[in-house]
T-cell receptor, first 118, second 105 residues
């Protein structure tokens, strides 16, 4: 079965410091991968998605970036964190094969990273 | 872009009650999911339901794609049902603002 991992679970960082959050998926190949951010008490905002190694699409302009160095690894980074970067970051995957088999485009989520920027 | 509206925004019920949560969307979609976010933040897939009706235990969902809405039914509520319920639509998932459900013992 498929499993998605995120780490760390919680993180407290000072303003201006760098950031690296990692997400890995097991049990599937060539998945679509997604990074979302959720502000307290709000819905999810899509930040980045990737359809393959080295392919990144950005949905929202910001000081964050994403990379996909391996098929099942997705990394969210920042060179200098802002206070507004605080939030709950979630990684998700979707099995691309589902599209061609017409069984749906269901996304599955990792446990999330709670980031506080002070 | 597609707009997704959920109602009600907040719902407080006694244990054992039934509830109906609604999701309206502004354009036709080929993907709709319902999620439950527990108090620890974990998003749990409830239903993938672009159309039709599905049931899973005390939960069921119905999507009427032609009328652009979906309903999530929770019967015999338990305190563990508390949390925020989201619907999301579309290939890249456009999210509603959620319904915060509190079940009191």
């Amino acid at each position: 079965s498929q499993t998605i991992h995120q780490w760390p679970a919680t993180l407290v960082q000072p303003v201006g410091s760098p950031l690296s959050l990692e997400c890995t998926v097991e049990g599937t190949s060539n998945p679509n991968l997604y990074w979302y951010r959720q502000a307290a008490g709000r819905g999810l905002q899509l930040l980045f998605y990737s359809v393959g190694i080295g392919q990144i699409s950005s949905e929202v302009p910001q000081n964050l970036s994403a990379s996909r160095p391996q098929d099942r690894q997705f990394i969210l980074s920042s060179k200098k964190l802002l206070l507004s970067d605080s939030g709950f970051y979630l990684c998700a995957w979707m099995d691309l094969r589902g599209i061609y088999r017409l069984i749906g485009n269901e996304q599955f989520f990792g446990p999330g990273t709670r980031l506080t920027v002070l | 872009g597609i707009q997704v509206e959920q109602s009600p925004p907040d719902l407080i019920l006694q244990e054992g009650a039934n509830s109906t949560l609604r999701c309206n969307f502004s354009d036709s979609v080929n993907n709709l999911q319902w999620f439950h976010q527990n108090p620890w933040g974990q998003l749990i897939n409830l239903f993938y339901i672009p159309s039709g009706t599905k049931q899973n235990g005390r939960l069921s969902a119905t999507t009427v794609a032609t009328e652009r809405y979906s309903l999530l039914y929770i019967s015999s509520s338990q305190t563990t049902d508390s949390g925020v319920y989201f619907c999301a639509v579309g290939y890249q998932l456009i999210w509603g603002a959620g319904t915060k459900l509190i079940i009191k013992p």
